[in-house]
C-alpha cells in the first residue's frame, strides 16, 4: 500500500506537466486569409494574386460559377504555422473541358459548398500550396492560362500606329509607346489586331514593327 501511494504521489506531478497531446491553435484565421488573397504565383513572368487566381479559376471552369466566402482554419499538419484557406464556391456545373476523363469527374462533382483550399505558411517566408485536387486544378488551368497569354504577346520596340482597319489609310486609333508589351488578337494581311492589357479595346499594328517576346529574351519553355 505504501508503495502504490508513493507512485501516485510521483506520478501525479508528472502527468500534470505532461502537455496536451492535441493542444488548442488559436490563429488569426481573418488575417491569414487576408494574406493567402495577396499572395502571389509567378509563372512564366506573369504574376497572379492567389485571389485572382482562385475566382478566375471558378469563372472560367464553372458554368454559374459564384464564390461564396473565404473560410480558413488551421492544419492539421501544422497548426502553429499553417493555415488551410478555402474559397467556398457554388456551380451549375462545369462548362471547360478537361484533359482527362478524372479531372471530368471531379469538375462535374463540384456544385453547391464546394471549395478550392491553399495551405498557407508563414513560417519563415510566405508559402502557398494546392491542398486537394480543385486547388492542383485551379494552379493547372491558371498555368495553361498563362500559356496561352505568352504564345500571343509582342512587343513594339520603336512602337507604331494603331488603325481602326488593317490598312494605313484606315482611321488611327491610338499611338504604341516603344517598348510596349501587346496581346495580338488576330492576323490579316500584314496586319495585327492587338491590344495593350488590360485594355479591352483592340487596333492593327503593321506585323513588321512587333517581335514575339519570347524569341526576343531568348526563352525557350
Same mark, same amino acid.
Given at each position: 500500500?505504501?508503495?502504490?501511494?508513493?507512485?501516485?504521489?510521483?506520478?501525479?506531478?508528472?502527468?500534470?506537466?505532461?502537455?496536451?497531446? =492535441?493542444?488548442?491553435?488559436?490563429?488569426?484565421?481573418?488575417?491569414?486569409?487576408?494574406?493567402?488573397?495577396?499572395?502571389?504565383?509567378?509563372?512564366?513572368?506573369?504574376?497572379?494574386?492567389?485571389?485572382?487566381?482562385?475566382?478566375?479559376?471558378?469563372?472560367?471552369?464553372?458554368?454559374?460559377?459564384?464564390?461564396?466566402?473565404?473560410?480558413?482554419?488551421?492544419?492539421?499538419? =501544422?497548426?502553429?504555422?499553417?493555415?488551410?484557406?478555402?474559397?467556398?464556391?457554388?456551380?451549375?456545373?462545369?462548362?471547360?473541358?478537361?484533359?482527362?476523363?478524372?479531372?471530368?469527374?471531379?469538375?462535374?462533382?463540384?456544385? &453547391?459548398?464546394?471549395?478550392?483550399?491553399?495551405?498557407?505558411?508563414?513560417?519563415?517566408?510566405?508559402?502557398?500550396?494546392?491542398?486537394?485536387?480543385?486547388?492542383?486544378?485551379?494552379?493547372?488551368?491558371?498555368?495553361?492560362?498563362?500559356?496561352?497569354?505568352?504564345?500571343?504577346?509582342?512587343?513594339?520596340?520603336?512602337?507604331?500606329?494603331?488603325?481602326?482597319?488593317?490598312?494605313?489609310?484606315?482611321?488611327?486609333?491610338?499611338?504604341?509607346?516603344?517598348?510596349?508589351?501587346?496581346?495580338?488578337?488576330?492576323?490579316?494581311?500584314?496586319?495585327?489586331?492587338?491590344?495593350?492589357?488590360?485594355?479591352?479595346?483592340?487596333?492593327?499594328? &503593321?506585323?513588321?514593327?512587333?517581335? &514575339?517576346?519570347?524569341?526576343?529574351?531568348?526563352? =525557350?519553355?
Amino acid at each position: 500500500m505504501l508503495a502504490a501511494r508513493t507512485l501516485k504521489t510521483v506520478l501525479a506531478p508528472v502527468l500534470v506537466l505532461l502537455p496536451s497531446p =492535441n493542444p488548442s491553435v488559436v490563429r488569426d484565421v481573418a488575417r491569414d486569409i487576408d494574406g493567402l488573397q495577396r499572395a502571389e504565383c509567378e509563372y512564366r513572368g506573369i504574376v497572379a494574386r492567389f485571389d485572382e487566381l482562385t475566382r478566375a479559376y471558378i469563372l472560367q471552369v464553372y458554368e454559374g460559377g459564384q464564390l461564396l466566402r473565404w473560410q480558413a482554419q488551421p492544419s492539421p499538419y =501544422n497548426p502553429e504555422t499553417e493555415t488551410l484557406v478555402t474559397a467556398v464556391f457554388t456551380a451549375a456545373g462545369p462548362k471547360a473541358s478537361a484533359p482527362v476523363p478524372e479531372l471530368a469527374h471531379l469538375r462535374a462533382q463540384s456544385g &453547391a459548398g464546394t471549395g478550392v483550399t491553399w495551405r498557407y505558411s508563414k513560417l519563415a517566408v510566405v508559402r502557398v500550396a494546392p491542398h486537394g485536387d480543385l486547388a492542383r486544378d485551379a494552379m493547372a488551368v491558371f498555368r495553361a492560362t498563362v500559356d496561352g497569354f505568352v504564345e500571343r504577346m509582342v512587343y513594339a520596340p520603336a512602337g507604331g500606329v494603331l488603325y481602326a482597319a488593317p490598312a494605313p489609310s484606315a482611321p488611327v486609333l491610338a499611338r504604341v509607346e516603344a517598348g510596349a508589351v501587346l496581346l495580338v488578337e488576330e492576323e490579316r494581311a500584314g496586319y495585327v489586331r492587338v491590344r495593350q492589357p488590360p485594355a479591352a479595346a483592340a487596333g492593327w499594328l &503593321a506585323r513588321e514593327e512587333v517581335r &514575339a517576346v519570347e524569341k526576343a529574351d531568348g526563352r =525557350n519553355h
